[in-house]
């Protein structure tokens, strides 16, 4: 099986500049999109999963201190590399305090950048991958066993999963207390690229609901979160 490529959004307005880190970055297999203005970021963040986030602090439109505080105050936990033009220390706690993971200064050495880019993914994947659930997983009277695709509510009923109902679970559960987006579960679940709507998923977290909640009108596992996503809330 080929290693899964990072998806890369670029947000950046230099037109040049914008190019040449395109092509750099390609050259070391990531995927990349582009763009060159906060709202248009903000935009793709809402439609696409992406594994980190390069954005310019002056930005049209929108400038990048705003569309980082945006997307963490929506719960969005992308890794965000934040490239300036400012560079005193005042300059980069106030990057850091919106919410960026890391901070370039321009001009900057390009070896560099790429090294910063691979590292916050990698330690991005380290933390999800040690947050991820083993193949048995127990909440409340409820138990799931990935592997052989069944599940037992809270009365020892068995309940046969689906395939796309066991990703689906396993991309919840794994994200436990967080807000996971639409556009994620469609990308990862489903393997949308471009999504069309979320009928699916909402008919999945019903079923869900009818299976585990003690009421499935009043949930206490399994949430819909208004114009963001969908939560599985758990103590862990």
């Given at each position: 099986?080929?290693?899964?490529?990072?998806?890369?959004?670029?947000?950046?307005?230099?037109?040049?500049?914008?190019?040449?880190?395109?092509?750099?970055?390609?050259?070391?297999?990531?995927?990349?999109?582009?763009?060159?203005?906060?709202?248009?970021?903000?935009?793709?963040?809402?439609?696409?999963?992406?594994?980190?986030?390069?954005?310019?602090?002056?930005?049209?439109?929108?400038?990048?201190?705003?569309?980082?505080?945006?997307?963490?105050?929506?719960?969005?936990?992308?890794?965000?590399?934040?490239?300036?033009?400012?560079?005193?220390?005042?300059?980069r706690v106030a990057g850091l305090k919106k919410g960026a993971d890391d901070y370039l200064t321009k001009p900057f050495n390009l070896e560099e950048l790429l090294i910063r880019v691979e590292n916050l993914?990698?330690?991005?994947?380290?933390?999800?991958?040690?947050?991820?659930?083993?193949?048995?997983?127990?909440?409340?009277?409820?138990?799931?066993?990935?592997?052989?695709?069944?599940?037992?509510?809270?009365k020892g009923k068995p309940i046969k999963l689906t395939k796309t109902e066991s990703m689906l679970l396993k991309l919840l559960i794994d994200n436990r207390n967080e807000v996971v987006t639409r556009e994620r579960i469609l990308q990862s679940v489903w393997g949308y690229q471009v999504f069309p709507n979320t009928r699916s998923i909402d008919n999945v977290i019903l079923a869900f609901r009818k299976y585990f909640e003690e009421d499935s009108r009043n949930p206490i596992f399994f949430h819909s979160v208004r114009g963001l996503g969908y939560k599985f809330s758990c103590p862990d």
């Open positions: 099986m080929s290693e899964k490529q990072h998806h890369i959004l670029l947000v950046e307005d230099e037109e040049h500049l914008q190019e040449a880190l395109k092509l750099n970055l390609e050259l070391e297999h990531y995927q990349v999109s582009c763009c060159g203005d906060g709202a248009e970021a903000l935009a793709l963040v809402h439609r696409e999963h992406f594994d980190l986030i390069i954005l310019d602090v002056m930005l049209p439109e929108v400038d990048g201190m705003a569309v980082c505080e945006s997307l963490r105050l929506q719960h969005f936990n992308v890794p965000i590399l934040m490239l300036s033009a400012k560079n005193t220390s005042a300059d993914i990698r330690k991005n994947q380290m933390i999800t991958d040690r947050n991820q659930v083993t193949d048995v997983y127990q909440f409340g009277k409820n138990k799931i066993d990935f592997n052989g695709l069944i599940a037992y509510n809270k």
